[in-house]
């Protein structure tokens, strides 16, 4: 058995749709489970119907949300022609999840309408793919993922209840494989004991795969993607950025937890558990080698490059000269849980503390407010943050030309560098 991830970018017309369908029946002689994520920019739209929601502004919520609706009713007209009625009734069932929400005023904390808004996209995805693949003469069950996988109520980033999930996938998905050669499920999304719909982090539909991965199974997973394998940069930003044809779990989780889009940083564990393969491939063309990611051990691998923009550095300096690291740092990280902010790069004195955090202005703004109670408070914004794994001299001479480095922190591997323009 296998687990295929499909993300946004590979069913986001009728005709990669059409494709996946084909690579699947070039695989028909396996078991399959696929993941599938909300297509194109769907989450990003729906996003913008929460945040016109949480505002206040139903008619403009309603009128967002109609859009989303239009296009993926119009995929069903491009593409299904016997099941199109069971396929509409289905969107619209889902449809009405969202709608009946949308009508009311907000009375829970904007993480909680985040996900029972963005958790669509998925569901009108995932169902879409599957009635055609049925039409296609294949094999094909779909599930809804919320009756499998069970998280707290940690809104936007929920935890997974292991031995809950486990049961139901032994009960409830491993029994289908007799009698169905796919099935086919949402990623990112799940559910809490109260069935109220959770995401598991952005990008969280890789991580999907590997729970599902590890309790099937499976023995391997691949993420398709429209890029050819894993490369050392972002190649929209780098255009000599390199192919990358294996890796380590290892390294594959230090490139995440620095900010590579690649793979979800929670994927690679319960895939590393049971020694699970994991191959990144490109749907635009199936047969190049891609990357496979294993516990096998890969040398001379090139630097490897991470930007993340927007970026803030908050400088808290004590307000009466005593030492960070006393009751005050103590206060500070509670207000980073509470608003559920993590540091990308920290550097601390006997009195002051540096942390460079993504620019989420409503979040910076309530930390800045909360920490000034204890802290003298001062902010930069608009800079840059600059990673690099295997570096080399040459390479940050190249990356750093016309930057002011505001913060640098170095090891043997990894070079981070936080940079305005000059």
Same mark, same amino acid.
């Given at each position: 058995?296998?687990?295929?991830?499909?993300?946004?970018?590979?069913?986001?017309?009728?005709?990669?749709?059409?494709?996946?369908?084909?690579?699947?029946?070039?695989?028909?002689?396996?078991?399959?489970?696929?993941?599938?994520?909300?297509?194109?920019?769907?989450?990003?739209?729906?996003?913008?119907?929460?945040?016109?929601?949480?505002?206040?502004?139903?008619?403009?919520?309603?009128?967002?949300?109609?859009?989303?609706?239009?296009?993926?009713?119009?995929?069903?007209?491009?593409?299904?022609?016997?099941?199109?009625?069971?396929?509409?009734?289905?969107?619209?069932?889902?449809?009405?999840?969202?709608?009946?929400?949308?009508?009311?005023?907000?009375?829970?904390?904007?993480?909680?309408?985040?996900?029972?808004?963005?958790?669509?996209?998925?569901?009108?995805?995932?169902?879409?793919?599957?009635?055609?693949?049925?039409?296609?003469?294949?094999?094909?069950?779909?599930?809804?993922?919320?009756?499998?996988?069970?998280?707290?109520?940690? =809104?936007?980033? &929920?935890? $997974?209840?292991?031995?809950? !999930?486990?049961?139901?996938? @032994?009960?409830?998905?491993? %029994? #289908?494989?007799?009698?169905?050669?796919?099935?086919?499920?949402?990623?990112?999304?799940?559910?809490?004991?109260?069935?109220?719909?959770?995401?598991?982090?952005?990008?969280?539909?890789?991580?999907?795969?590997?729970?599902?991965?590890?309790?099937?199974?499976?023995?391997?997973?691949?993420?398709?993607?429209?890029?050819?394998?894993?490369?050392?940069?972002?190649?929209?930003?780098?255009?000599?950025?390199?192919?990358?044809?294996?890796?380590?779990?290892?390294?594959?989780?230090?490139?995440? =937890?620095?900010? &590579?889009? $690649?793979?979800?940083?929670? !994927?690679?564990?319960?895939? @590393?558990?049971?020694?699970? %393969? #994991?191959?990144?491939?490109?749907?635009?063309?199936?047969?190049?080698?891609?990357?496979?990611?294993?516990?096998?051990?890969?040398?001379?691998?090139?630097?490897?490059?991470?930007?993340?923009?927007?970026?803030?550095?908050?400088?808290?300096?004590?307000?009466?000269?005593?030492?960070?690291?006393?009751?005050?740092?103590?206060?500070?990280?509670?207000?980073?849980?509470?608003?559920?902010?993590?540091?990308?790069?920290?550097?601390?004195?006997?009195?002051?503390?540096?942390?460079?955090?993504?620019?989420?202005?409503?979040?910076?703004?309530?930390?800045?407010?909360?920490?000034?109670?204890?802290?003298?408070?001062?902010?930069?914004?608009?800079?840059?943050?600059?990673?690099?794994?295997?570096?080399?001299?040459?390479?940050?001479?190249?990356?750093?030309?016309?930057?002011?480095?505001?913060?640098?922190?170095?090891?043997?591997?990894?070079?981070?560098?936080?940079?305005?323009?000059?």
């Amino acid at each position: 058995m296998k687990v295929f991830k499909f993300g946004g970018a590979s069913i986001s017309n009728p005709e990669r749709i059409k494709n996946v369908a084909n690579l699947l029946k070039d695989h028909r002689s396996t078991k399959t489970l696929i993941v599938i994520s909300a297509m194109g920019k769907t989450t990003n739209a729906l996003e913008k119907v929460v945040k016109a929601y949480f505002d206040g502004d139903n008619e403009t919520a309603l009128a967002l949300f109609q859009q989303v609706k239009d296009n993926h009713l119009d995929l069903v007209k491009y593409l299904i022609t016997l099941r199109w009625q069971a396929a509409e009734n289905q969107l619209k069932d889902f449809f009405t999840e969202v709608e009946w929400m949308l009508h009311d005023k907000p009375v829970r904390d904007y993480d909680y309408y985040y996900d029972q808004v963005v958790c669509c996209g998925e569901l009108l995805s995932s169902s879409i793919v599957a009635t055609y693949l049925q039409e296609e003469k294949l094999n094909v069950k779909w599930i809804d993922v919320r009756d499998i996988i069970r998280t707290d109520d940690n =809104f936007r980033d &929920a935890s $997974v209840n292991w031995a809950y !999930t486990a049961d139901r996938v @032994q009960q409830d998905v491993q %029994p #289908l494989f007799d009698t169905y050669d796919i099935v086919v499920t949402q990623g990112f999304i799940a559910a809490t004991d109260e069935n109220e719909s959770t995401t598991l982090g952005r990008e969280g539909s890789d991580y999907s795969a590997a729970i599902f991965a590890n309790l099937l199974p499976a023995e391997s997973v691949t993420i398709w993607k429209d890029v050819p394998a894993v490369m050392s940069a972002d190649p929209k930003e780098f255009a000599d950025a390199v192919n990358i044809p294996a890796l380590t779990y290892t390294e594959v989780i230090e490139m995440a =937890f620095y900010g &590579a889009q $690649v793979i979800h940083p929670k !994927t690679i564990k319960p895939l @590393q558990n049971k020694k699970i %393969p #994991l191959l990144v491939k490109s749907f635009l063309d199936p047969e190049l080698p891609g990357t496979i990611i294993s516990s096998e051990p890969v040398r001379n691998l090139p630097p490897v490059i991470v930007v993340k923009q927007k970026q803030v550095l908050m400088h808290f300096k004590s307000k009466d000269f005593s030492f960070v690291e006393d009751k005050p740092i103590a206060s500070l990280h509670r207000l980073f849980t509470e608003l559920k902010m993590k540091p990308n790069l920290t550097q601390n004195t006997a009195i002051s503390l540096l942390c460079c955090f993504d620019d989420h202005p409503e979040k910076i703004d309530s930390l800045a407010g909360g920490a000034a109670e204890i802290f003298d408070v001062v902010l930069e914004k608009n800079l840059e943050l600059l990673t690099v794994r295997h570096y080399d001299e040459a390479t940050m001479a190249r990356l750093t030309k016309d930057r002011i480095i505001v913060l640098e922190q170095r090891t043997m591997v990894t070079v981070q560098m936080l940079m305005r323009q000059a």
